[in-house]
Nanobody
Framework: QVQLVESGGGLVQAGGSLKLSCAAS????????MGWYRQAPGPQRELVAA???????NYADSVKGRFTISRDNAKNTVYLQMNSLKPEDTAVYYC???????????????????WGQGTQVTVSS
């Protein structure tokens, strides 16, 4: 099986920076797009940033110019560098892998929609 484990959240003052990491573990062959989503109190989870295996990126308008997503395909890890943080960035941040090909024990299997457990980011004013 495949697991995503996030790290790097915490409490920071407005204007500060944090870097989130998400490592995918398991007998992974390849991962297509990976991304970061966030969920403030309420039902809606929003896309923050995403990156394809080839390095193409897209960002929510609210974070453009402040956040940078990157990935290390060899380590199956995606990062989110967050600068100039604002109180409205406060949320639980979730890592997502949209399509994972892995060795299921003698055969390859592709599964969709893996999520990490979430990491809290709190920005104080």
């Amino acid at each position: 099986q495949v697991q995503l484990v996030e790290s790097g959240g915490g409490l920071v003052q407005a204007g500060g920076s944090l870097k989130l990491s998400c490592a995918a573990s398991g007998s992974i062959i390849s991962i297509n797009a990976m991304g970061w989503y966030r969920q403030a109190p309420g039902p809606q989870r929003e896309l923050v940033a995403a990156i394809t295996s080839g390095g193409s990126t897209n960002y929510a308008d609210s974070v453009k110019g402040r956040f940078t997503i990157s990935r290390d395909n060899a380590k199956n890890t995606v990062y989110l560098q967050m600068n100039s943080l604002k109180p409205e960035d406060t949320a639980v941040y979730y890592c997502n892998a949209d399509s994972v090909l892995y060795n299921a024990g003698g055969y390859y299997k592709r599964e969709y929609g893996y999520w990490g457990q979430g990491t809290q980011v709190t920005v104080s004013s």
